[in-house]
């Protein structure tokens, strides 16, 4: 929160400049580059200036940088941008122009005649490779050709962005890519799939396949994993790496798998029931990254354990090791919650990340799934060695292993040798639809996963203990290099960590002892002290008593913790007449020691408190606007996915709401608060926005107060902060009394069609169309004998045989259609992109519906007569096509009525 409140007061004052161009900010003060404003406007000027020059846009960004950040912590990670920004600068050849956009995204924009992308690359391999020995950094380039000038500096960076995502992708792990017509094309085909899916889902386009796992000495089955096809109706079996990614993009991939989970619980009810529990093989179903910010998500899982009657035990629930990269704390957290709701936990595809490791360490998984396309199963290898350690270290654990992608036999026998008797791959089946599966299951044995036989020390562990032995004179080597092994690691921790702190000891927790190990202003190394003589010389120089016992509570609850999480402390400390603000962190680094770690944070707790204050009364400024316009304020911080919200909740004050992962999660998390039929439309806002459209004002419905839904309109424009990152901003208003207004003012009383001013305005605006011109039908109709009907059965029943027609016609007709009651029983529509004979055809059925309708009073059936016109590519104005249906509706009633005639066309 703190975060997200600093970057808001940054906006802030952003904003109060945006209406004098003098103050606004065209250089990224951190990297001493440009921003995105000064690029744009940089960057349109050079190319303009040198047409006889051909210009590529370079967009590149440091792989792994996030994590950097959270290990090193924030001020290093300001630091790299800011040597980034140097070495770019200094890099730069003559006519070219370098930003930072945001975060660790830069951009240049430089002659392609000086432009070599493997020379930039090895450049930056270089330097990266001697900033920081003990952290490995990767750069890939998306590269843009310039050819036409005149395009929009935001589009070339977009275009540019695209080429570097296509170089993280592909297959080949390219260091650059450039941008062609393929890349947009592929964004084009994403949100066509995207489009498509909720219809894909109504229509069970998503069958399930499954690929059998098995226990590799007994030969039985132990269960399968769930996995997905799209049979496209046009594409054909399209694989999971066609759409998966792009569900995951577009934050539908929350649905998908409740889909996918349901059809699973579907499947195993239906085998209990005509197999029997004994017979039925044990399913594992996925969870992506996304589904892990669900709230409800244990909650959903349980509910479909209900709702089919299914022991918990029959579905196992798939995590990915690269879930906890992005998000460990959400991770661990809902892993722990569906464990004690009865679930099994498998990791999957492990070794494929970064952190394994901490994978393994900080989430209570129950199965250990090896991703073999990482590790070469072969025991000569190095991947080899490497997984029959983990395998050995999976038995510690008292945890089953599985193996993905096995393929040949060799591979197999080896797993097996090491440990690993549970596989999965093509060797033993491909994934499979489910009647072959089924006929799988039926036609041999199956059993369950069992945890491994544990591994204790052997025997002959008594030697350790003897004095002579030759056991014990090797352990006590062991030993002696233990501690100088130490040593060597508190060395290396404290010439890491002086980079940022300006003091570090080491605490010994098993003898409560201090020792320096360095100091910014006192020679380093120095005596060890006891932890008591160390607080008795502190303690003076800390004025308050609150502070004091904070401190020393701290220390005592970094002795007694696990050490998982560092422990920190900010204090004031007072030397003669000077008063600072000093942090104190403590880091565990073994089972015996950790290093209290020293920084002075004056500048940085100063800042915090005016910012504090800055917010304070930017949140009254807030509360005053709401109040007094009844309106919803409404920022979304692009480079954070967030929004936060300004709401006064009917007399109960102003309230602030922060929604992370907005954009991420709204299908999944928001489709309660905003209408269904809208998700597309608030959406679009935002791809507006990305697109460069700098306002848009947009009309949707939602229920923000939980009193149902509304119609609202949001007005939004868009800024950027000095950080690069483009916000959308501006008011959201309840339109509940205009739409009605507009409504009556536009809409006919008795059919609910449009009236007769509101048709005319929509077929112009048609028309203005050449396609819907050329390929188009105009219809004029009106209800046979009707004044017979009013003056027969009275007013009141003609109303509501009007209203009944008009329901009929919006019954057989589109929404894309215009439908029009243009004044007593006469209705105009204009049937947008239709044939004639299709049109005749539904205006056949109009009439059989019709002439079913039936009133008090009435003694003959009710009838319409019709006149139909082809529009054709000179129609232009509402009377070009409304006079020649007209002739024709006539022509339909001179004949004898109940009939539909067509516009004859003269020569």
Excluded at 486 to 509: G, K, N, P, S
Aim: glycine fraction near 6%; charged fraction near 25%; hydrophobic fraction near 40%.
């Amino acid at each position: 929160m703190e975060n997200w409140r600093r970057r808001r007061c940054r906006v802030e004052k952003n904003r109060r400049g945006w209406g004098r161009s003098a103050l606004s900010p065209d250089f990224d003060a951190l990297s001493g580059l440009l921003s995105r404003r000064g690029f744009s406007a940089k960057t349109q000027s050079l190319v303009s200036a040198h047409p006889d020059e051909r210009y590529v846009l370079v967009y590149g960004d440091i792989d792994r940088f996030k994590v950097y950040n959270d290990r090193f912590g924030t001020a290093a990670g300001d630091q790299l941008l800011a040597a980034v920004g140097a070495v770019i600068r200094k890099a730069l050849p003559e006519h070219a122009v370098a930003a930072r956009l945001r975060a660790d995204h830069f951009v240049s924009c430089l002659p392609r005649s000086a432009f070599d992308p493997d020379r930039i690359l090895a450049l930056f391999d270089d330097w990266f490779t001697s900033y920081r020995q003990d952290f490995t950094f990767f750069v890939r380039l998306g590269i843009f050709a310039i050819d036409d000038p005149e395009l929009d500096v935001s589009l070339m960076c977009d275009r540019a962005l695209l080429a570097l995502r296509s170089a993280k992708s592909s297959a080949d792990s390219s260091k650059y890519a450039f941008y062609d017509k393929t890349l947009r094309d592929s964004v084009i085909k994403e949100q066509e799939l995207a489009g498509e899916m909720a219809t894909a889902l109504d229509q069970g386009q998503f069958p399930l396949f499954f690929q059998p796992q098995y226990s590799y000495a007994t030969k039985r089955m132990i269960g399968a994993e769930v996995l997905a096809r799209w049979d496209h109706p046009v594409k054909g079996l399209l694989g999971p790496l066609e759409f998966i990614p792009v569900f995951e993009r577009t934050g539908l991939i929350y649905d998908f798998d409740h889909y996918i989970w349901e059809q699973s619980c579907q499947c195993l009810r239906a085998w209990i029931d005509r197999y029997g529990l004994e017979r039925t093989p044990r399913l594992s179903v996925n969870l992506s990254r996304i589904d892990i910010y669900q709230e409800d998500l244990c909650e959903q899982l349980c509910g479909l354990i209900a709702k089919y009657a299914i022991p918990k035990g029959m579905l196992h629930i798939e995590i990915t090791e690269g879930a906890y990269t992005e998000a460990p704390v959400q991770l661990v957290g809902i892993v722990a919650k569906l464990q004690e709701a009865g679930f099994q936990i498998e990791m999957d595809d492990f070794g494929s990340g970064f952190s394994s490791l901490n994978t393994l360490k900080d989430v209570p998984i129950d199965v250990l799934k090896l991703d073999m396309g990482f590790l070469d199963a072969r025991e000569s290898t190095r991947g080899g060695l490497i997984l029959a350690s983990v395998v050995r270290m999976a038995r510690w654990l008292d945890l089953p292993t599985i193996a993905e992608g096995v393929e040949t036999p060799e591979q197999a026998a080896y797993l097996a040798s090491i440990g690993c008797t549970y596989m999965q791959g093509y060797l033993f089946s491909r994934p499979i639809a489910l009647e072959a599966f089924e006929e799988l299951f039926l036609g041999g044995l199956s059993e369950e996963i069992c945890r491994p036989l544990s591994e204790g020390p052997g025997e002959g562990s008594t030697d350790l203990w003897s004095a002579d032995t030759q056991f014990a004179h090797t352990f006590s080597d062991y030993v002696n290099g233990q501690r100088q092994r130490h040593e060597t690691d508190m060395q290396r921790y404290a010439a890491v960590l002086c980079t940022v702190y300006e003091e570090i000891f080491e605490f010994d927790r098993v003898h409560d002892t201090f020792r320096m190990l360095y100091s910014s202003t006192l020679p380093s190394g120095g005596a060890t002290i006891s932890l008591v003589d160390a607080l008795a010389r502190l303690m003076p120089y800390i004025p308050l008593e609150a502070d004091r016992v904070h401190l020393k509570k701290m220390l005592e609850e970094s002795s007694q913790s696990d050490g998982r999480e560092p422990l920190s402390f900010t204090y004031r400390l007072k030397v003669d007449d000077d008063t600072t603000w000093r942090q104190s962190t403590i880091l565990r680094v073994s089972d015996t020691s950790m290093l209290c770690c020293n920084k002075d944070v004056t500048e940085l707790v100063e800042a915090e408190e005016r910012s504090r204050h800055e917010s304070a009364w930017q949140s009254e400024r807030y509360r005053r606007l709401i109040e007094m316009t009844r309106k919803i304020s409404f920022d979304y911080d692009s480079e954070l996915d967030t929004v936060l919200f300004y709401l006064d909740r009917a007399g109960k004050g102003t309230e602030e709401e922060v929604i992370p992962h907005y954009l991420e999660t709204m299908s999944a998390v928001r489709s309660g608060i905003v209408h269904a039929d809208s998700i597309e439309t608030v959406r679009g806002m935002f791809e507006r926005a990305r697109a460069g459209e700098n306002e848009m004002s947009v009309e949707y419905q939602a229920d923000y107060y939980g009193r149902g839904y509304a119609w609202y309109r949001a007005d939004m424009f868009v800024a950027h902060d000095d950080a690069g990152a483009w916000h959308l901003v501006g008011l959201i208003e309840n339109i509940d009394d205009e739409r009605a207004l507009r409504f009556r003012a536009e809409y006919d009383a008795a059919t609910g069609l449009n009236n007769h001013a509101a048709t005319q305005d929509l077929i112009v605006a048609a028309l203005a169309d050449a396609e819907v011109r050329g390929h188009s039908v105009c219809v004029v109709m009106d209800i046979d004998d009707f004044k017979q009907v009013n003056d027969t059965c009275g007013h009141i029943q003609g109303d509501m045989l009007l209203h009944e027609v008009g329901g009929i016609l919006r019954a057989c007709f589109r929404k894309s259609d215009i439908l029009g009651r243009v004044g007593g029983d006469e209705f105009v529509l204009l049937l947008k992109n239709v044939d004639v004979q299709t049109a005749v055809h539904k205006l056949e059925q109009v009439k059989l519906q019709v002439s079913a309708v039936r009133e008090n009073g009435m003694d003959q059936p009710l009838s319409v007569s019709v006149g139909v016109y082809e529009t054709q590519p000179d129609d232009r104005t509402y009377r070009d096509v409304f006079v020649k249906a007209d002739e024709a509706l006539y022509r339909a009633k001179r004949s004898g009525k109940d009939r539909i005639c067509l516009h004859a066309f003269s020569g």
